[in-house]
């Protein structure tokens, strides 16, 4: 590989790393919210959830443009106040990664909440547990196939982002620049096929042994709490 190359795998990482840590608690609490919540305006927070999954990629990185950009109404105050910008940093790549990638988490953990015996926190409920005690020593260990197949693909999904990534991060070498959009570059250099070959098979090859490791992790996890 060349530096170029390892690059670019190393934005990749740190991007998806950053991304699914940052927003994997809230892929949670979200879930949470939808699978046990009863509460007005829950249909539209699960349409709100899901909308990155049916708009254009290019559509939702223009989006944290507009919301997060240094002219934004959010972009402007964090600015303003915190002197803290998103847009074309590497932080920002995690964002836009992080946000189309969200609804896979949030799925993926929800469908794992419904399947736990609600009878089960209601039984601990009963012997005085409260809602954090039984968050985190009923729930969320039985949950745990989903939230870790929620950490693992939502970390392949945001490796695999680029139409978000480009136009709310950019595509600079070295700070932004993931996989496919090294790919993209590549793919407009004359003779480099070669190098566009090796990173797509990094790419594939990242993607398929985090789709497995999910798959693996997902089923000790089922075994540990007995499901």
């Not at 600015?79 to 946000?99: E, K």
Request: glycine residues 8%; aromatic residues 6%; proline residues 6%.
């Amino acid at each position: 590989m060349t530096p170029d190359e390892t690059s670019a795998l190393i934005v990749s990482l740190i991007v998806s790393l950053r991304a699914v840590i940052v927003a994997l608690p809230l892929a949670i609490a979200v879930a949470w919210l939808l699978a046990r919540g009863r509460f007005v305006g829950r249909t539209a927070l699960d349409l709100l959830v899901h909308t990155p999954l049916v708009l254009p990629p290019v559509l939702v990185g223009y989006g944290l443009l507009v919301l997060l950009g240094v002219h934004g109404p959010v972009g402007a105050l964090l600015d303003r106040t915190l002197h803290i910008r998103l847009p074309f940093t590497s932080a920002g790549a995690s964002l836009a990664a992080g946000v189309m990638a969200f609804p896979l988490m949030v799925r993926a953990v929800r469908l794992s909440l419904e399947a736990v015996d609600p009878a089960l926190e209601i039984a601990a409920r009963s012997l005085g547990a409260g809602w954090a005690d039984r968050m985190l020593s009923v729930t969320l260990p039985l949950a745990a196939p989903g939230v870790i197949a929620a950490a693992i693909v939502g970390f392949a999904a945001c490796l695999g982002e680029f139409g978000a990534v480009i136009t709310f991060a950019a595509n600079v070498p070295g700070v932004t620049q993931t996989l496919p959009m090294a790919i993209y570059s590549t793919l407009q250099t004359p003779g480099a096929e070669a190098s566009a070959g090796r990173l797509a098979a990094i790419s594939f090859t990242l993607a398929i042994v985090a789709l497995g490791l999910s798959e693996w992790l997902a089923r000790k996890a089922r075994a540990w709490s007995g499901r």
